[in-house]
């Protein structure tokens, strides 16, 4: 299976279409017969009446993230690919997006993470413009705006903020404006919001949002390592593609290897900003899978035996689909 996405062959569509429903269909029986409105932070964000009631059928919830989760994968196997990230043209991206993005019953779901990694597909490729720009202070403005966007549907997402700014160290001299231009950009999104709120004679609610922000650490997460046992593979082969990545690092061009170290950093700010929300929910490392996938393509484009690397995505496969069956 493995060989088949190492080419880059547009029929692979069809197979990435098969293997999403072979991932999705499995968890039909086991889901809630209704789901719950996934974009209710938005709301609160928006000032807008919340008494509203809007509840997705949890078959046509599942349909609608399967085809989010589609184009999604499209565009980070266009971005890996127009960007060189792997040294050359194959599906194994879009490939890995789905495998990544259908390790959980959560992440299966619409969302608000899911919808966010839109923004954080669309965040990479301005970042990896960066490189080759004369002048990126309008870039860096539409990347503040993009994070303040993300921040309306998902509060975590604010924390993705910082990858600009590693961004603008990793690619670029240093250059104060280009940092000054993010913070204008975040801050014209949440200028407007705030005035919403002011005209609204609301202005509490408006600070209210931040108040997470400096909250400590409450989330108690309980954990029932059956059902994580899915992550064994998973680390496996993100160690083994670390590996491979190393052994090739300097065998890349300059801009390969800084476009794999900030999405290394994209990866880890993602995943550890959940801690600011105190209703913790799974479906948050959502906002990793684009990194994890990117890397996971690595390990498999670059493998060598072929029989241990496609055992290794059959074993993942293989426990993604036991464990949608099974919960312990």
Known sequence: MIKLFRSYNPLNMLWLAVILILLRVSVLPAIPDKGDFPFAELFSRLHLSKNYQFVLPADLDLFFAGIVVFIQALLVNYLVNYHNLLGKSTFLPGLMYITASSLFTPFLMLGAPLVCNFLVIWMLFKMFSFYKGDDVK?????????????????????????????ALIIFRPFNWREWVACIIGFATIFFFLAVSYYLGDAMPQFFAIWLPLA??????INFNYFNYLVLVPVICILVLGFFKLQQNFFKSFVQ???????????????????????????????????PVAIFFSYYFLYANRRWFYESLYILLLASIIYFQFNTF
């Open 138 to 166: 309008s870039t860096s403005y539409d990347l503040g705006m993009i994070v303040a966007i993300g921040t309306l549907f998902y509060l975590p997402f604010i924390y993705l903020f910082l990858t600009i700014w590693i």
């Open 215 to 220: 909250a400590k650490f409450q989330v108690v």
């Open 256 to 290: 390969t290897r800084k476009s794999l170290q900030l999405l290394t950093l994209v990866m880890l700010i993602a995943g550890f900003s959940f801690y600011i929300r105190p209703d913790f929910h799974l479906d948050h490392f959502l906002l990793c899978a684009v």
